[in-house]
């Protein structure tokens, strides 16, 4: 097996035994949640989090989520000063959640099979483009205290029961694509595409995650199995810090596709 460490954030939503599973080294973030900065681990922790945001309560990112990839560009260069003899790269990988995940997934599963760590990076590089995130959220008045629609639109949407689809594109924005009514047809919209995008991979394992709606998580995963074959979908929580944005109920498909 190749000598070098893989190191990402929480964020990826990965399980704890996954860590130990991959050989992965996490770097914990935290959010401040009743008076407490909690670091994003636990699915107790997590569970806790959002029967507190479906009663209205708030939790906030203490540590910061949009800087992570900017605070390890500068931990690599202290250390690149201080074992100048090392190789350290650092990758923007434009994902979030379980897409950061599932890149991660490949890349240790790659690492294992004796892939060195200069062509790791590259075909990281290479691929982190073809990781697709499509999601859907079940209550517009989180996407509204975010900012990303207006009081308004979060209140018609609600009483037509218009649930929007969106995906993280090649700059690693959310982008809200296009709107379905009603909530079966939302979870079907982002499972069909993987019919759309995911032309040529092998696409034998599929991340889902969910903010606490584990029997829309089985729904979506019952599409992969039987109408595409999908071998393996692993599922787990939308961790606490990105669940305490996009709120109770959200449902991702993370899979390799020809493009975002």
């Known amino acids: 097996m190749p000598n070098y460490n893989i190191v990402t954030d929480s964020c990826c939503d990965l399980r704890p ?24 681990k636990s699915d107790d922790s997590i569970k806790e989090v959002y ?13 910061g989520l949009s800087t992570t990839y900017q605070s390890a560009v500068i931990a690599a260069e202290e250390l ?18 379980r897409g950061e995940g599932l890149l991660v997934w490949y890349a ?23 990781l697709c995130h499509w999601f859907t959220v079940d209550d517009l008045m989180y996407l509204k205290r975010g900012g990303r629609i207006s009081a308004a639109t979060a209140l018609v949407g609600t009483m037509l029961k218009v649930k929007p689809v969106l995906h993280v594109d090649n700059d690693g924005h959310l982008i809200n694509m296009f709107k379905v ?3 079966k047809a939302s979870l079907e919209a982002i499972a069909n595409k993987l019919g759309e995008l995911g ?3 092998d696409n034998s394992t599929v991340f889902i995650c969910h903010g606490d709606c584990i029997e829309d998580a089985k729904y979506v995963e019952n599409i992969l199995k039987t109408k595409y074959g999908v071998k393996e979908v692993l599922i787990n929580y939308t961790g606490a810090v990105i669940g305490s944005h996009s709120g109770p109920g959200t449902m991702a498909v993370f899979f390799l596709g020809d493009h975002r």
């Open 181 to 183: 009514r009603g909530r």
């Open 80 to 97: 690149r000063e201080k074992y100048p003899e090392r190789t350290i790269y650092v990758v923007d990988t434009l994902c979030a959640s």
């Open 199 to 201: 032309g040529n991979y």
């Open 51 to 63: 029967a507190a945001l479906r009663a209205g309560e708030s939790a906030q990112t203490a540590s």
């Open 17 to 40: 035994e996954t860590y130990e599973q991959l050989n992965l080294t996490v770097v914990p973030l935290s959010m401040e949640f009743r008076g407490q900065v909690r670091e994003d």
């Open 108 to 130: 240790c599963k790659k690492r294992d099979e004796g892939m060195t760590l200069d062509e790791l990076h590259k075909w990281v590089e290479d691929t982190k483009l073809h």
